[in-house]
Every structure is written in C-alpha cells, then in structure tokens.
C-alpha cells in the first residue's frame, strides 16, 4: 500500500513539474527575415514592426525597414510568456508594381505569426486579410490584445487561411 502512494506521489509530482515548464516562458531570441508585397510586387522603405500580443497593451519587439527588394530582419531577445501571440505590421512604402507614386503612408499590412513564428515569412494583402478575419474580436485599432487562449485559437488558425 506504502509503495502505491510514493508512486502516485511521484507521478503527480512529475505532472505538475511537466505543466509548470509548459506554462513558463518561451524561448527568448526570436530573428525573423520577411519580405513584405503589395500589389503582388516587393514593398520598399516599408516600416515593419514585430509586436507581441497579450491580455494587456502590446509591447513592441522590434522595428526594421524593407530594401529595394520587400525584404526584412527583425529580432528580439526578449523573454516571452507562453501566452504570447506575435504579429508584425508593415506601414508605409514604395510598392515595386507602380513606383512612380512614391511612397504611400496609408498602406498597413499584418500578418500574426503565433508563439513560435517561421524564421522566414511574408507579410501582404493575403496575410492582412487572414490575420483580421480571425482575430477581429481582438483588434482595438492597429493593437491586437485579449485572452491567452482566445488569441492562441485565433493566431493558429491564421496558417488555414494564408501560407505565412
């Protein structure tokens, strides 16, 4: 009978040590390479900015400027909680397929990457709808926040709409 409770002891114990790494942080460096389009063509001199989303405001990451060519590199080395959703948002630029316009300000493309985003992903008009479409109930401007679990539903559903 003795043995059966130090068994069960250790198993509970185990479950709980196992739940209390699952729910820590995540891993801290996060680099992402992109390539931001508009119109089917790159997005030059487009401000691109890695956010990370939670129950409370988001907190800017990472901030970077596009090429001549779309493309991107942005990293944080900060610590992220588990319940932790990154997007990132690319405003303003010179789009490729009619550059003789110049820049364009009004232009804002997102595209939510999720807790643990790909290393290379792309940001433009299929991502920017993929992205509101699911989380429409948590947009409140250009900031996305709301519950861990609501925003995890929403972010992993992003990848049925759109290959990021």
């Known amino acids: 009978m003795l043995g059966i409770n130090k068994l069960q002891s250790v198993i509970s114990l185990l479950t709980?040590?196992?739940?209390?790494?699952?729910?820590?942080?995540?891993?801290?460096?996060?680099r992402i390479e992109g390539l931001v389009q508009g119109g089917g063509g790159p997005l030059a001199?487009?401000?691109?900015?890695?956010?990370?989303?939670?129950?409370?405001?988001?907190?800017?990451?990472?901030?970077?400027?596009?090429?001549?060519?779309?493309?991107?590199?942005v990293g944080s080395q900060e610590t992220l909680g588990a319940d932790t959703i990154l997007y990132l948002v690319a405003k303003g630029g010179t789009p490729a397929v009619n550059n003789s316009s110049g820049d364009n300000p009004v232009i804002a493309l997102l595209s939510v990457l999720g807790n643990a985003p790909p290393s290379n992903v792309v940001v433009n008009e299929m991502t920017t709808v993929a992205s509101v479409w699911t989380?429409?109930?948590f947009l409140d401007g250009t900031a996305i926040k709301g519950n861990a679990l609501g925003?995890?539903?929403?972010?992993?559903?992003?990848?049925?709409?759109?290959?990021?």
């Open 16 to 30: 709980f040590g196992i739940l209390v790494c699952a729910s820590g942080p995540t891993a801290a460096a996060v």
């Open 135 to 137: 989380h429409a109930q």
């Open 45 to 73: 001199n487009s401000t691109v900015t890695l956010w990370a989303a939670s129950a409370g405001q988001p907190s800017q990451l990472a901030q970077a400027s596009t090429n001549s060519d779309g493309r991107f590199e």
């Open 151 to 164: 925003l995890k539903i929403a972010a992993g559903n992003v990848p049925n709409f759109v290959d990021l």
